[in-house]
């Protein structure tokens, strides 16, 4: 148990290294390696958080690579289900999520959407009634 937590860890620092790579190609297959990963019914976020990975993934969404901004938003809709929506908006994730709702690509404007709707709150109709007065 002990060891698979190592191996974890081990395996998410050296995603995190790569995904600072000057390569582009190097960087695409790490964070979609990242991405796949969340994928696995296990996985938590917990060591990507504690690794500083959150502070990682955020400024991937600036990327020019369509596949690197999907696997970035992947990883961000995988954290916010798993309970740690706090993490990414400390991050500041909203306003770039914001800034690329209106991407030219479909399918990345189809995952802010659904990063927005997990990680903001619903604003609930209140309908107030007004009491009849007596008469």
Do not use: C, F
């Not at 148990?1 to 582009?24: F, H, V, W, Y």
């Not at 990507?48 to 690579?65: A, D, S, V, Y």
């Amino acid at each position: 148990m002990a060891e698979d937590l190592q191996i974890k860890q081990d395996i998410t620092r050296n995603l995190l290294d790569r995904i600072g790579s000057p390569l582009p190609d190097v960087r695409e297959g790490a964070v979609e390696a990242l991405a796949v990963s969340t994928e696995d019914e296990d996985w938590r976020p917990n060591e990507l958080i504690r690794q500083g990975g959150i502070n990682i993934i955020i400024p991937l969404l600036h990327e020019k690579n369509a596949h690197i901004v999907l696997s970035a938003l992947n990883i961000i809709i995988a954290t916010a289900a798993a309970g740690e929506e706090e993490v990414l908006l400390e991050g500041g994730v909203i306003d770039v999520l914001d800034q690329i709702q209106d991407h030219k690509d479909p399918r990345i404007r189809k995952k802010v959407q659904e990063a927005l709707w997990l990680l903001v709150p619903k604003v609930e109709e209140v309908v107030t009634s007004k009491p009849q007065d007596d008469y």
